[in-house]
């Protein structure tokens, strides 16, 4: 039997904890974001009609997934057909959300081009690629130091958004404008990505980001479960890609059709 002092000693003890644990989850509580009011979007999902119910429901999740990593308060509401209302409330500059939230994300894949040393083929008008490409690849446009042309790339990524298990914004450098995006991939996406680059050194390999080839290098050896994005990245920019990334792709593209501010 425990003696009137040690019993009350873990009474003490317990009500202690007890007050720790109800201060934790108040703190816990008051970091939940907040509905100040903010950004209303109109958007609609561009889908086909026969996979929209799906689609849908995967874009709103990967949306609310971004919105929970930025920790900003969203509300997502579906009606009818292809259409969602999405409320943000962020101190964060609109465009700057809307940017991340709507990103169509990452993707890897085969650029048309003789292999290195040869350097890889660029065309300087979207006509003159398109031309290059036929009905069974994509052009993209790729800019780099400065100037834009466009490369022909395969039209099934090798990996995408979806495979990537971790993302974040690195500086080589320290300069303001020098920031890459370094990331790593799931089990499944990195054995894709080995069995493709072993089998094709001194090809040409892009990264995509939303349609537009941010990278593109060689293969010098087998890769497997890595890769970065170059680009001349601000710190900022490198730091939301990496937010992007980590939340996985949208299934389809996502235009904004109305935007309107609201009140809590």
């Not at 939230?101 to 398109?130: F, I, K």
Request: proline share 4%; charged share 25%; aromatic share 6%.
């Amino acid at each position: 039997m425990l003696s009137s002092h040690k019993l009350l000693l873990a009474l003490l003890l317990l009500v202690c904890t007890t007050s720790a644990c109800a201060q934790l989850f108040r703190r816990q509580e008051k970091q939940k974001p907040q509905d100040k009011g903010g950004t209303e979007l109109l958007m609609s999902v561009k889908a086909d009609a026969t996979q929209m119910d799906r689609i849908v429901e995967e874009t709103m999740a990967v949306i609310r997934k971004r919105c929970e990593r930025l920790n900003i308060y969203c509300k997502l509401q579906r009606q009818s057909g292809d259409q969602i209302i999405l409320r943000f409330s962020s101190s964060m500059e609109t465009g700057r959300v809307k940017n991340i939230l709507l990103s169509e994300g990452m993707e890897m894949r085969a650029v048309v081009s003789t292999p290195s040393p040869a350097p890889a083929q660029t065309y300087s008008t979207q006509a003159e690629a398109a031309e290059a490409a036929g009905t069974d690849k994509d052009v993209l446009p790729f800019v780099k130091d400065g100037n834009k042309n466009f490369v022909v790339v395969e039209r099934t990524p090798i990996v995408t958004g979806q495979d990537v298990r971790e993302a974040k914004a690195v500086s080589y450098t320290g300069a303001a404008d020098d920031n890459a995006i370094s990331f790593y991939l799931k089990p499944g996406g990195a054995m894709r990505l080995a069995a493709w680059s072993g089998a094709n050194i001194n090809n040409y390999l892009a990264i995509i980001l939303n349609k537009e080839a941010r990278t593109v290098v060689y293969i010098r050896s087998q890769i497997s479960d890595s890769g970065e994005i170059n680009g001349r990245f601000t710190k900022e920019e490198a730091g939301d890609i990496a937010e992007i990334l980590m939340s996985g792709n949208l299934p389809a593209p996502v235009e904004a059709l109305e935007e309107k501010t609201y009140k809590p």
